[in-house]
């Protein structure tokens, strides 16, 4: 029996849209947390106007062995924050337009990172491929202050937000257009040998901006002084 040339071309085309719909929906992200993820209305967090709720829900498959999702409920949106669960729970605060979400994420002991997310009406979606506070680092990095640092830090490495958001940061007496930057201070410990071997600071409270707009960090001159300070070994 011969089978004809057009249903040949009809049993591919069939084929492989099948193939794209297996495709499409093994990509498609979740839409509620997994089975075995609860709830802790401890870390729920929302914003000022209330219309954004960040619930926090755990996996608990041992005493310690603890796995934290991180979920964004605003009207006609309820999104998964980061694939990727994290061992401990996290804090978060909000722009004051309620464009940007920061994540303050415990990473070890003595150690944190942070997670920036833009708010669309489809719900919260990461910055950035890497960390937030991977980027600040990176930046750092390029700066003269790092070349003064005889060992790069090695424990107790954290990046962390530094309070004033909710105001623009008038408490530094700065005037700064409004939901525009983000402040952040790097601290970081290192192996210091010698007569007595000891972990000892060596990045202190360095402190960058980050602009909202552009997507780029700089190091404003009001925090020049503190900056020269923050990378004197303890």
Sequence with gaps: MKVKPSLIG???????????SIELAAAAPPSAPPAGYNIDPEFTEKSADGAITIEQYVSKDTEYDWKWQFWVRQPGAFVLLDPEPAEYPAGFRFTGDLKWIVRAQKTGSGEQSLYLYRVTPQGAVAASKQPFGDLAWAYFKTRPEWRKIKKAPEYHITAALLKGIDDNYRWLGVDWPANRYLLVTLSGDADVKGRKPMQTGVV?????????????????????EGNAKAVVPE
């Design 204 to 224: 202190n409270g360095w402190r960058c901006r980050y602009d909202l707009q552009t997507g780029k960090f700089d190091a404003p001159a009001l925090f020049s």
């Design 10 to 20: 009809l049993l591919v085309v069939c084929g492989i849209g099948l193939v794209c």
